[in-house]
């Protein structure tokens, strides 16, 4: 009887010596999902995920969070979702109209906010340049 490790065990050192683990981007050329939801993707179809990061800044909030793909189940979930065998939701998805109106609004808003900030910081430089702030 051959001898498999368990989901949680750790890989051997041949293992982890023979592919390297894929990062988000690369992931999301795979896959027809928004690079934001990768790790939730991940977990429906069941890819090992390294997580990096994340740790506690205590007032300043956290750390960012980076992820690593196990490069074999990566492969393998890539056919998996393209059949249409992992239940992913079509805002998280880059091939359906729900996926592109939510990223196309997602950008918007951050295109909006970052025109706000530009026209504020602007309009304080020019009223302390002109002397209407004391």
């Given at each position: 009887?051959?001898?498999?490790p368990?989901?949680?065990?750790?890989?051997?050192?041949?293992?982890?010596e023979?592919?390297?683990?894929?990062?988000g981007?690369?992931?999301?050329?795979?896959w027809?999902?928004?690079?934001?939801?990768l790790?939730?993707?991940a977990?429906?179809?069941?890819?090992?995920?390294r997580?990096?990061?994340?740790?506690?800044?205590?007032t300043y909030?956290?750390?960012p969070?980076?992820?690593?793909?196990h490069?074999?189940?990566?492969r393998r979930?890539?056919?998996?979702?393209?059949?249409?065998?992992?239940?992913?939701?079509?805002?998280?998805?880059?091939?359906?109209?729900?996926?592109?109106?939510?990223?196309?609004?997602?950008?918007?808003?951050?295109?909006?906010?970052?025109?706000?900030?530009?026209?504020?910081?602007?309009?304080?430089?020019?009223?302390?340049?002109?002397?209407?702030?004391?």
């Open positions: 009887m051959p001898r498999t368990g989901p949680g065990a750790p890989e051997s050192a041949h293992e982890e023979e592919e390297r683990w894929l990062d981007r690369e992931v999301a050329e795979l027809p999902v928004r690079e934001e939801w790790p939730g993707a977990g429906r179809a069941d890819v090992r995920i997580r990096y990061g994340g740790e506690s800044r205590g909030g956290a750390a969070t980076y992820y690593s793909y490069p074999g189940d990566v979930a890539a056919t998996a979702i393209a059949e249409g065998r992992v239940d992913i939701p079509s805002v998280w998805r880059t091939d359906t109209p729900d996926g592109r109106r939510a990223e196309y609004w997602g950008r918007f808003r951050f295109r909006l906010t970052c025109g706000v900030v530009l026209a504020a910081a602007l309009l304080i430089l020019g009223m302390a340049i002109y002397g209407v702030v004391s």
